[in-house]
């Protein structure tokens, strides 16, 4: 008898315990494994965007994860297509994605009372020293939807030198002339600057620090410093390169400077020259 009743007593206690274990996940989180170690972030959030994109960025202690999605539907969403920008920041260093390295995909299992849950992977970010960094069995659960787009319209004006902004460049021996200009500030330690130009068929797009002062530096696919050309929507990072910026004012968020680099995929761009604001 005493052990029917203790083995009841035990059941009792698993159940319970499965319970309690449901009821804790029924908060909004986000959590991955990194590398084998397990990443819990404590602040979370899930952003609409004005051009009709999703980014879910999860922080905890020195890391971040940040990735953004082409749509807010239900679905697979597979690097390189509809999932565009991943990047995971770690004591200060910072992973991007790798053209015909990087792989990964993110779903969206349910859209529910302006909640969104999913699950993701992202194998082989590199950092600019070719170090690898990968999130497998990721998965986000009621993470709010927050209107970025209210928020980011009332609260700042567009920079003058954005509305202003210029690119051109030499690409193997054209000239490329944009006609649309972007610039964003995105990560939450070492914060960067991503400067992008496109015109009907072409791409630039150029990412380095914040604070990064005038200077010269080496441009590769990755890290601090990097640059990526995209021709009817074929993507290729920079395999060598180097950005001269010749002005940059913290306070008025104006830039200048020029660049150059050759892609992994053979592409020369030359002679660019960019004049932006962020």
């Not at 009709?52 to 890391?63: A, F, H, K, N, P």
Request: charged share 20%; net charge negative.
């Amino acid at each position: 008898m005493i052990r029917i009743t203790t083995l009841l007593l035990a059941v009792f206690c698993l159940v319970f315990t499965s319970c309690s274990t449901d009821i804790e996940i029924n908060d909004p989180a986000l959590q991955a494994q990194v590398d084998g170690e397990n990443f819990r972030s404590s602040s979370k959030k899930a952003m609409i965007h004005d051009d009709g994109t999703l980014v879910i960025v999860g922080s905890e202690g020195d890391q971040s994860i940040s990735f953004t999605i082409a749509a807010t539907k239900m679905g697979v969403y597979k690097m390189g297509q509809t999932l565009n920008e991943v990047s995971f920041q770690k004591n200060q260093t910072k992973f991007f994605v790798q053209d015909q390295e990087t792989e990964g995909e993110v779903t969206i299992t349910e859209i529910y009372n302006n909640e969104i849950s999913g699950n993701f992977y992202f194998k082989n970010l590199k950092d600019s020293n070719g170090n690898s960094s990968s999130f497998n069995n990721g998965w986000f659960y009621r993470l709010p939807i927050e209107n970025a787009v209210i928020e980011d319209t009332v609260a700042e004006e567009i920079n003058p030198c954005l509305l202003n902004a210029s690119l051109t460049a030499m690409v193997d021996g054209y000239e490329m002339i944009t006609d649309d200009h972007t610039a964003r500030l995105f990560g939450v330690d070492n914060v960067s600057i991503m400067i992008k130009a496109t015109n009907a068929e072409n791409e630039i797009e150029i990412v380095f620090p914040s604070d990064a002062a005038p200077g010269t530096y080496a441009l590769s696919g990755s890290g601090d410093y990097s640059a990526t050309f995209t021709k009817r929507k074929d993507k290729s990072s920079a395999l060598s390169g180097t950005i001269i910026i010749t002005e940059h004012n913290i306070d008025t968020k104006c830039l200048s400077g020029s660049f150059e680099f050759e892609t992994r995929s053979g592409v020369q761009v030359s002679e660019g020259v960019f004049d932006f604001g962020y």
